[in-house]
């Protein structure tokens, strides 16, 4: 019975640049895909694992205290319960922002618990930085809007060029560094 109730499932979902897609996961928790992203899931009746491989996804989590919601990226997996979150994966590099419920993060050597409205960078299995930036300029991305606030330009056309397959280029490294 307990099999029937949650049956063994795994799926690929994978965005192309400019696209975004929303999708409904096996035990009702949604996930909002991000442009040029790859999101591999796989459920049973144990566990929720999702990872991330390359790009951004936020999720919307659905408690269920008989399995753990896990997001895998870079080095580092985040535990969730009821809450929604972002996670950007870029190589190594992960970065985790909670925007409400509970998440934790879990590297080599530690589990470091988020609060909601904190984000927290991650460099292979280090954190790199734990900041609080506005939650609705951190989530514009959710309604096809980008907001930069003291950003570098050339992180900004970094940004912009993940959405585009005609490239941004800043032309002189003193324009780059301009916020």
């Known amino acids: 019975y307990f099999t029937l ?8 979902y994978v965005t ?3 696209e975004q897609q929303a999708i409904a996961l096996p ?3 949604r996930a909002l895909l991000d442009t040029n992203s790859r999101l591999e899931v796989q459920f049973d009746r144990t566990t929720r694992v999702v990872t991330l491989r ?10 269920d205290k008989d399995r753990p919601f896990v997001v895998r990226a870079a080095e580092s997996q ?7 979150f972002d996670v ?4 190594n590099k992960a970065c985790v922002m909670l925007f409400s419920g509970q998440a934790s993060v879990n590297l080599k050597n530690e589990t470091r ?9 991650l460099v292979g299995p280090s954190v790199g930085a734990v900041d609080r930036p506005r939650p609705a300029a951190a989530g514009a991305w959710h309604s096809g809007r980008t907001v930069f606030e003291d ?4 992180e900004a056309v970094a940004e912009m060029n993940r959405y585009s397959v005609v490239g941004l280029e800043v032309q002189g490294r003193d324009l780059g560094e301009k916020r």
């Open 27 to 29: 035990d009702n928790s």
């Open 151 to 154: 950003t570098r330009l050339s």
């Open 16 to 18: 192309r640049v400019g």
């Open 54 to 63: 390359y790009g951004r996804a936020n999720f919307t989590v659905v408690s």
């Open 5 to 12: 109730m949650h049956p063994a499932q795994a799926s690929v």
């Open 88 to 91: 950007r994966c870029d190589g």
């Open 78 to 84: 985040v535990i969730a319960d009821a809450s929604n």
């Open 113 to 121: 618990r988020l609060t909601p409205g904190e984000r927290m960078a």
